[in-house]
């Protein structure tokens, strides 16, 4: 039996990892974002 919320569903790998980001630039992104949360 097939869910009828499967059909609703959203590609969601698709469209949420269209633009990934390489390992080493998103973990220094991510150092940056951290340290400015430190700074709030």
């Known amino acids: 039996m097939k869910d009828s ?3 609703q569903q959203p590609d969601w ?3 949420t990892y269209r633009n990934r ?3 080493k ?3 220094k ?4 974002l951290q340290l400015e ?3 709030l």
Request: glycine share 0%; net charge neutral.
């Open 13 to 15: 790998q698709e469209s």
């Open 25 to 27: 630039p998103y973990e």
């Open 5 to 7: 919320d499967d059909e």
């Open 37 to 39: 949360l430190l700074k």
């Open 29 to 32: 992104q991510k150092y940056k």
């Open 21 to 23: 980001m390489r390992r």
